[in-house]
């Protein structure tokens, strides 16, 4: 009776590794039995571990009606079957083994074709024993717990890849719901951000209208600035001018007073004179009286004193009122010079404190604008300072702002790029994946169909 070989296969990861393997034996009674062993082994490269298969037969009792186990396979994750004569096999699941159990080998049962036996397989086989086979036996044991750890190890990596998809894409989605609520937060933090920039436009511009302000009351404190330093000057010169104008009336006073002096002085010697005169007239008289002049002349004249002395004396008069007249008009003439100059310089004088007066009024007047225009100016030098203040505050208030904006904005964009990466990095993974299962899923398709 003849044994066919039995071939169980597996594929993991695109590799397909058949092994096979077979055994006769003869009859109890027949002392000369052979034994057929044979290994085959095929193999391919795929991604992913790799599954090795193999089966096993053995044929004992030939002729004997007894049942018996013929083969024996393990498959992982996939299903086998096997036919056997007189006999079926299958087996499923991982770590599994198919079976097949013969019957009598007989008149075989309605249905069941009969068993042609192969005379040439009945022949004794000469073949040496392989002492490499326990070791390459062993070796495919080895290999076949390795393949299958990796195998089970592959299966963990796409669980754990999916469940990671799954947290990813659960992810993605909460992370465009944000992004959608950021789209709608920005509008806000946009309009506050106008906001500001107007108010910051609002405080330029009253800046402007400030500075504008102050550079007219700084002209106008210009003005009375020189103003009021024309009207010291003119208070200087007035000033001096009075000084020169007293200094002129003291001289025209001390000039008065000498010539008043020298005035009295000739009437006192108008008066001397006039009395020395008449005391001479007198002495004269009296000489005259008491002295009698005889005079004889050759030519027989007399001689007439009266007329003489009337004449002298007539002389002398005409001399000291023409003296006196000529110092009482220069007298007066001078007097009337000195008064009418006077007058002019008391005049002059007048005006002069008058304008002095003018000026001193002006100057209060003007010390007065100037110190209200002093605390304006304080005033509106304290409200620029206080509006630069606060447009600083609000600029640097608004700047802090904008930065925290754009520091968040760019912060977002820097999370949504690392999402965007890490979302493409999952996604080329994600395909990396799909193409290793539809791969292995069209491996396992066209080994199946085999």
Request: charged share 30%; glycine share 6%.
């Amino acid at each position: 009776m003849s044994c066919q070989s039995f071939c169980a296969s597996t594929r993991g990861g695109g590799a397909v590794r058949n092994y096979s393997s077979s055994s006769a034996v003869v009859p109890r009674n027949v002392k000369r039995y052979s034994a057929v062993s044979t290994v085959s082994y095929k193999g391919g490269s795929s991604v992913g571990p790799r599954g090795l298969g193999f089966g096993s037969r053995s044929l004992s009792g030939v002729a004997s009606c007894r049942p018996r186990i013929a083969a024996g396979s393990y498959r992982p994750v996939r299903y086998g079957y096997g036919l056997g004569a007189a006999g079926f096999g299958h087996g499923y699941g991982t770590s599994s083994f198919g079976y097949r159990v013969g019957g009598v080998s007989g008149t075989c049962s309605p249905g069941i074709a009969p068993v042609t036996v192969n005379p040439h397989l009945l022949q004794p086989l000469h073949l040496d024993i392989d002492p490499n086979v326990q070791m390459v036996k062993q070796q495919e044991k080895e290999q076949l717990k390795t393949l299958n750890n990796k195998f089970a190890s592959f299966i963990d990596k796409v669980r754990f890849l999916e469940q990671q998809n799954k947290v990813l894409e659960t992810k993605w989605s909460l992370l465009q719901e944000q992004k959608r609520v950021r789209s709608n937060i920005e509008p806000l933090f946009d309009g506050f951000i106008n906001n500001l920039r107007r108010h910051l436009e609002g405080l330029a511009c009253d800046r402007s209208k400030l500075e504008t302000d102050l550079t007219n009351s700084r002209d106008v404190l210009e003005d009375y600035r020189r103003k009021y330093e024309e009207e010291c000057n003119g208070r200087t010169r007035a000033e001096n001018e009075f000084v020169t104008l007293k200094k002129d009336v003291d001289c025209i006073y001390m000039n008065k007073a000498d010539l008043g002096a020298k005035v009295e002085s000739l009437i006192e010697e108008i008066n001397f004179l006039r009395c020395l005169y008449e005391a001479e007239l007198q002495e004269l008289h009296a000489c005259i009286s008491d002295t009698s002049v005889i005079v004889q002349m050759d030519n027989s004249r007399a001689l007439d004193l009266d007329d003489i002395i009337a004449e002298v004396k007539a002389q002398y008069e005409d001399i000291a009122n023409r003296s006196r007249f000529e110092a009482e008009s220069w007298y007066q003439c001078k007097y009337e010079e000195m008064r009418a100059t006077a007058g002019k310089h008391c005049d002059n004088l007048r005006d002069t404190k008058n304008e002095i007066m003018e000026l001193n009024r002006m100057i209060q007047r003007l010390k007065a604008e100037i110190d209200s225009a002093k605390g304006q100016r304080s005033k509106l030098e304290a409200a620029i300072a206080e509006a630069e203040d606060r447009g600083e505050m609000a600029l640097k208030d608004a700047k802090c702002k904008l930065t925290e904006l754009e520091d968040a904005l760019m912060k977002a964009k820097a999370d949504m790029a690392r999402q965007l990466r890490e979302y493409q990095e999952l996604m080329n993974v994600k395909l990396a994946l799909d193409i290793e299962i539809a791969t292995y899923r069209k491996l396992l398709e066209g080994e199946e169909s085999r």
